[in-house]
């Protein structure tokens, strides 16, 4: 590391320019940033617990052409709430997902009803071209 000439005698003369980066300066300042980091580091991770209120959703508008299928505890279905057969709710399905602008299937399930029984109506749902589906739900009595 040469601070000056190469030559004694060329010694403060300036005949050339000093062609070395000096880093001493760039490693004082990541220095400084390091140690501010590792300061403000755990300040940001550090949560406070707040037990958060509990809010029911906005009702949801309903729209003329969104399709509603109900699934009772006993596993009678009611599309629209008309009673339909098992058998017949892919065909239903099939001539729904047809339409120009394809409906969203809205999804009232009793609460005793498994989810295993959920799970297959929207599988059927989907492998018919209904894939936009939502649950509805009663809203969360006042207290």
Do not use: K
Request: hydrophobic share 55%.
């Amino acid at each position: 590391m040469a601070f000056g000439a190469d030559d004694p005698a060329d010694f403060g003369t300036g005949s050339r320019p000093m062609a070395e980066i000096n880093m001493i300066p760039l490693i004082d300042v990541m220095l400084v940033l390091l140690i501010v980091f590792m300061v403000t580091a755990p300040l940001l991770t550090h949560s406070v617990p707040v037990d958060l209120p509990e809010a029911a959703s906005r009702p949801e508008v309903e729209h003329p052409d969104d399709l509603n299928l109900a699934i009772r505890a006993d596993g009678a279905l009611y599309w629209n709430d008309a009673a339909v057969a098992p058998a017949d709710l892919p065909a239903l399905m099939a001539r729904a997902a047809a339409a120009v602008a394809v409906p969203e299937l809205h999804i009232r399930a009793d609460r005793q009803v498994p989810y295993g029984r959920v799970a297959e109506v929207m599988a059927l749902a989907s492998r018919h071209g209904l894939d936009r589906i939502g649950f509805v739900s009663a809203p969360a009595p006042a207290p």
